[in-house]
């Protein structure tokens, strides 16, 4: 169970159960205590501690303490953990891939300095893939999906637009026998948006559910790490194809993704910034980087990057309000509903359900283990074949990690990222403790947000 206060509001997730309580600050307090406490001495400390309100009586705490007692008997306060035993078994199950993430490009025309793929080389050399591989991977995707009739396809790089001819041609062959083999396929595409042209707006609105624009924000703040060999900006180059894009698609189906680093703890001006050029789907990434790199985060910038993400709750409810709202992609939640138990407790399937394939063929766990040899899981010719391999990203889960078991948060991260686990603990079950801040206080924030809705309804 987690409690805490924020906005205004005093909140209580009951983790196990996925409840929500807002409640006043006595009844707070008295949840604080029930566990170790008695009765008696929970009256006895709730009445010193609010001497000053003659409001509050002991027959009123004791008809609290009987509520708090009715929401633990049926399973939404103190409810116990029925998913730990059967994280293994549910995840080990999971035989049949949903997912690939195409590399159709190792090659990228931008030199942004915090890129984890260097160049987008990914540790090689430059490479495009050849129409007959991404042919390949279409058929190994039905072949390995099992009864799964939706299946996704992201269009990756470095920067897939340099080799837009054979996106195309991928997008067309996997039409052309997707209701034959009882498929549907989704594709994305992520890009830098330099080679944005008529003919990538027009086969994108056609073809894509969604498209991944990389923008930083602000001009000096995107122009600093994004840029090109010669070490110009190109802030002014992307921006109106972008704006012209989610144009043409009506303002759905995209995302603005920016990357925050040393540079912009400040990020939420950013984020404000790209919500005034009129782009209301919204996500910013904390930069994962080596210790020391220039741009790299601090321990000493996390005070501030808490701080930013409860402005950014507070400026995002006031907006909404004005007619002038956006979705940041971190916040979204459904407290009614939600992943199912299977990915809360799974995740997003690297190594299992999810897999990504460089230029030659060869598969990874996913985009940010390729060029690491010992994460080679096999190839489209010959399959998976690292067993080994993908039986240790099947074990990775919301409960593999000691330190998770007991976390509140477990059940909304899923354990995190494997990959940003590996590169900052040496272990894809290790624990990337400054990213786990930050994604619990994004929690924090998005259930407050949605506390300030449901107490806002209640007051109509």
């Known amino acids: 169970m987690h409690q805490y206060k924020l906005g205004g509001y005093n909140i209580v997730i009951d983790s196990n159960s996925g ?16 566990e170790d406490n008695n009765k008696e001495n929970i009256v006895e400390l709730i009445l010193q501690k609010y ?23 049926t399973g939404k306060l103190f409810s116990p953990d029925k998913f730990e035993n059967l994280a293994h078994n549910v995840k080990n199950k999971a035989s049949d891939i949903k997912a690939l993430c195409l590399h159709v490009s190792h090659a990228c ?31 190994f995707l039905i072949e390995n999906s099992g009864k799964r009739k939706n299946l996704e396809v992201d269009f990756f790089g470095g920067e897939p637009l340099l080799n837009w001819d054979v996106v195309k041609q991928i997008v067309a062959y996997a039409r052309s026998i997707e209701k034959s083999r009882g498929k ?4 994305t595409l ?8 008529d003919d990538v707006i027009d086969f994108t609105s056609r073809e894509m559910t969604n498209v991944v624009l990389s923008l930083d924000g602000r001009k000096e703040i995107h122009d600093r790490l994004r840029k090109f060999v010669s070490g110009k900006g190109s802030y002014d180059l992307i921006v109106p194809k972008f704006k012209e894009l989610v144009e043409k698609r009506g303002g759905k189906g995209y995302y603005i993704r920016g990357t925050f680093t ?11 910034h790209m919500a005034d050029l009129g782009f209301k789907e919204l996500s910013m990434e904390p930069v994962v980087s080596k210790p020391g790199d220039p741009y790299a985060l601090t321990e000493d910038d996390l005070p501030e990057l808490l701080r930013q993400y409860e402005l950014l709750a507070q400026e995002m409810m006031k907006r909404k309000k004005e007619g002038r709202g956006f979705i940041f992609y971190h916040f979204m939640l459904d407290l009614t509903g939600g992943p199912c138990i299977y990915k809360r407790v799974s995740g997003c399937g690297s190594g299992t359900e999810y897999l990504a394939v460089t230029p030659s063929g060869d598969l990874y766990p996913c985009h940010q283990f390729v060029g690491e040899p010992a994460f080679i899981m096999g190839n489209l010719w010959d399959g998976v074949t690292n067993e080994k ?8 889960s919301a409960y593999a990690r000691p330190e998770c078991r007991e976390c509140w948060a477990r059940l909304y991260c899923s354990g995190g990222c494997a990959a940003n686990a590996y590169h900052t603990a040496g272990s894809i079950t290790g624990v ?29």
């Open 184 to 187: 549907n396929f989704r594709f």
């Open 190 to 197: 992520t890009t830098n948006g330099v080679l944005i042209d």
């Open 262 to 272: 040393h540079h912009n703890t400040d990020f939420t001006n950013d984020i404000f």
């Open 389 to 396: 391999k993908r039986a240790e990203f099947s074990h990775c």
């Open 51 to 73: 001497a000053d309100d003659p409001t509050l009586t002991e027959l009123e705490i004791l008809e609290a303490l009987g509520d708090i007692e009715a929401l633990k008997n």
């Open 19 to 34: 409840a929500v309580h807002v409640v006043d600050d006595a009844v707070y307090d008295m949840i604080g205590l029930y």
């Open 432 to 460: 990337y403790d400054y990213g786990c801040t930050l994604f619990k206080k994004r929690i924090e924030c998005a259930v407050m947000m949605k506390a300030a809705e449901a107490v806002e309804k209640q007051s109509e």
């Open 109 to 139: 025309n931008l030199n942004c300095d915090y890129c984890f793929a260097g160049e987008g080389r990914y540790h090689g050399e430059r490479a495009l893939m050849p129409f007959e591989v991404g042919k390949k991977a279409i058929n």
